[in-house]
């Protein structure tokens, strides 16, 4: 099983910020290996990470987002070391996981402002910040559809998302 990252083509190496690296990241569950020495870079822009069910993206993932250890490897969110600072790379991040329970009528706007709320976003900005997410993701159209539907729109999978 295998696990492939799609990038936009890069540009000039020296004129693009690496915000993740990923450096020979291995995940085992006992003795089954679910990610394997992975290692990658990425800047800004819209990442997708596709693969057969049990291939390790999700493994993976909760990785990237400091949810999860690992036993081998390294994971840098900007200048964050995850492993040693999992708290200031989760600021600067975002992450949904594929199953979260959330009631299905929740609206995608109420969905995000508890997510501004849980990121300790002052709540004289929530407004602004949860726009502006809308915006940069591309689905301000999606601002007063239920959850279930955005559930049923986008299927299973996982985007990472960076300024």
Not at 8 to 21: D, E, F, I, V
Not at 34 to 52: D, H, K, Q, R, Y
């Amino acid at each position: 099983m295998s696990t492939t990252a799609v990038s936009p083509p890069s540009t000039s190496a020296s004129t693009q910020k690496t915000l993740l690296t990923v450096s020979n990241l291995t995940r085992r569950y006992g003795s089954r290996v679910a990610v394997n020495e992975v290692s990658f870079s990425l800047g800004a822009g819209i990442t997708g990470l596709l693969g057969p069910n049990g291939a390790g993206k999700s493994s993976l993932m909760t990785c990237l987002a400091g949810i999860a250890g690992w036993d081998s490897g390294s994971i840098r969110v900007g200048d964050a070391d995850v492993a040693r600072h999992p708290a200031m790379a989760r600021k600067l991040i975002g992450f949904m996981p594929e199953r979260v329970n959330f009631p299905n009528e929740m609206r995608v706007e109420e969905y995000l402002m508890f997510a501004a709320s849980a990121k300790k976003i002052p709540r004289a900005e929530r407004a602004a910040a949860v726009e502006l997410a809308l915006k940069r993701t591309g689905v301000t159209s999606m601002r007063p559809a239920s959850w279930a539907t955005c559930r049923r729109a986008t299927g299973s999978g996982w985007a990472w998302r960076r300024p």
